[in-house]
RNA sequence: AGCGGGAUGGGAUAGCCAGGAGAUUCCGGCGGGCUCAUAACCCGCAGAUCGGUGGUUCAAAUCCACCUCCCGCUACCA
């Protein structure tokens, strides 16, 4: 790994997250992609050898059970999603030097060899653990699909992750009251035995790593607390058909964290053999010739921050220069729900009928890469008319069209010092963003660029001047038309449509995408044609009727399966009872829950209910509720409930009895 | 409880890591200009004691401490 400062001789790797083979891509994951994408054009731009490689994720658990219920196998199920991306990656213009996925050739035997090398520097060690079991499929519960009490903070938590409470990752086993996720059945302990990475060993490279690691800081930050907390020695196998065999037991598979990483590196090798290592080795940065920088999503810093430079460190492969973990996304303020169709699918996007270097410049400059970001069509539409169509479109149009009409092309004249100041500036903050992996300030410099020409030419107003002062009116417009070629290059990394078309309409010749920002200054072609509108409008009927079927999608969702009915069997199944309120008092933490002790005939149980604030605390002794006393208890800011109090409508309105029924009375 | 992120003119954001002229840009408001340009563009004005308190410093939005509030992972539907 070097320190210099970009550009450097020395080969860059840029990685980008992998897509998980387990469903359709949706604007979280375009922000990824087309971030990773962006560095990875923006280095080329400033002269620095580097390419993009990532691949589709294709093992663990969750391909493999939905895959079952498709009734397909787990690789025909992921090579669908892994074909279904590389459909869209050219649509939204994300290019990968290579992109492959962990099932591959070159990837299960990379991970073997790696892991082979783990167990022979003895890193690796076998421990007996409790898993759990679904006795009634029999079958091993993967971790994603138990669900139980986290042992550290008593929250509800998921088997890999306390998902709910502390955020802590979960080892096999540690998860309290176990059950399966999938079928419900409750989830008895078996004991396996099963293999473990010493990470706990690494504490010392770990810390030296975050020390000199770039990117965003929450990648830095965030482990080191884990690190001052201990670090656990990692679960490397799972009980599972589908994945990479682990090396001398082929009953157990990789954990899908092992391959997905590694991937990385399968990717370069790919890219490497297609291409050749001379006149650059471009697998040399994974042996510390150049460097590595992952763009991830900051929901996964700890596996690209502990697990993987541990791995990589054991293995004898270089650490990464750079972890660049972006935001979340949120649409209208509120958290994208796959499961609640809560979100904007790239596909739908494209079927809007809407270019997509507006979404990339959207999705990438509305806030710092670190920062979490809303989406709404309407705010969207306020920057796409303002800054792409008012600014930048706006400045390449009005210039390249009076170039046009006035001198057919470029006039000749000699660019002004102002102009060409400006330009060298604009050049040098992107380089400045570049080294700071800031992906929005890439973004921008063509969007300032372009607003400093629309001073610049209206400060001069060149149409006056045509006709009495020739000459000057020729040097304005020369400045434009090399400005706009400056704008043209810095917006290809972030807009590579719209810079290739301008490229094109100013006559270049050669590919946009090989060229360098060493031609800012390079005068553009004589002669060219009418300059095209780059950016369309959005009007504000289309962005409200935009808004209103993203709402009625999401209601759809949300309602959906109001319309079935179940059978009296099912309602059968539920035990309503009238119960008596006996006490009741607010849970501390909360602010909407009362914890109640409820008389139901034949016992009183402990109830927590969302009715602070709804009803005095002292007025609810006494009053009868119907009760749903056989739901399964669960543990609310660590108050047991044990049932479920009845109540209608968002400000609750408790159900009571007309008549008098006595505490235990059935509900029919 | 934990971790992370945040609190900057009406709204949205930059600057904070590498402290230095009362602070960026966008949207919105008001006034003006221009007419080459996609009712786009340009100029000017109003509007912020940079969440609070204390500290370090010649100097703090920027560093430190404490506090308040917000957001995310997830929950106050059981």
Known sequence: MSRDRYPHEDPVVVTCGLPYANGDLHIGH?????????????FGLIGQPSIAVSGSDMHG??????????????????????????????????????????????????TTDIVERLIEADHVYEREIEIAWDAIEEQALPDRYVEGTCPYCGADARGDECDEGCGRHLEPGEIQDPVSAVTGNPAEYRTREHKFFRVSAFADVLTAFLDDLEGTANARNQPRQWIEEGLQDWCITRDLDWGIPYPGDENLVLYVWVDAPI?????????????????????????????????????????????????????????????????????????LSTSRNRAIWAQEYLDEGFETDPLRYYLTTTGGLQQDIDFSWEKFADRVNGELVGTLGNFLYRSLLFAHRNYGGTPDAKVSAEVADRIDEAVADFEEAVNEYNVRAIGMTAVELSRFGNEYIQRN???????????????????????????ALLGSATMPDVSARVWWELGESTDLTEASLDAVHEPPASSFGAPTEQFEQLEDELVGDLTASLTAQIEASVDEGSDERVAFSTFDSLDLRIGEIRSAEPVEEADNLLVLDVDIGDEVRQIVAGLRGHYAVEELPGTRVVVLTNLEPKTVFGVESDGMVLAAGDDPDLLTTLGNSEPGAAVR
């Open 30 to 42: 375009l922000r990824s992609l087309v971030s990773a994408d962006i560095l990875n054009r923006a």
């Open 61 to 110: 658990a969750p391909v493999a059970l939905n895959a079952e219920q498709e009734g397909v196998s787990p690789g025909e199920f992921a090579h669908g999603w892994h074909d279904r991306f590389q459909e869209l990656f050219p649509e939204f213009g994300i290019e990968f030097d290579n992109y492959g996925h962990t099932d591959d050739e070159t990837n299960t035997a990379l």
């Open 263 to 335: 991937e990385y590196i399968s990717s370069t090798i790919q890219y490497a053999e297609r291409v050749g290592h001379d006149p650059i080795d471009w697998t040399a940065p994974w042996s510390g010739d150049g460097d590595i920088v992952h763009v991830i999503g900051r929901d996964i810093i700890q596996h690209h921050t502990v697990f993987w430079p541990a791995m990589l460190d054991a293995a004898g492969y270089a650490l990464p220069r750079a972890v660049c973990a972006h935001g979340f996304i949120t649409i209208d303020g509120e958290g």
């Open 461 to 487: 107003e060149p149409w006056r001047l045509v006709d009495d002062e020739p000459e000057a009116a020729a040097g304005v417009i020369r400045d434009c038309v090399q400005l706009a070629k400056a704008i």
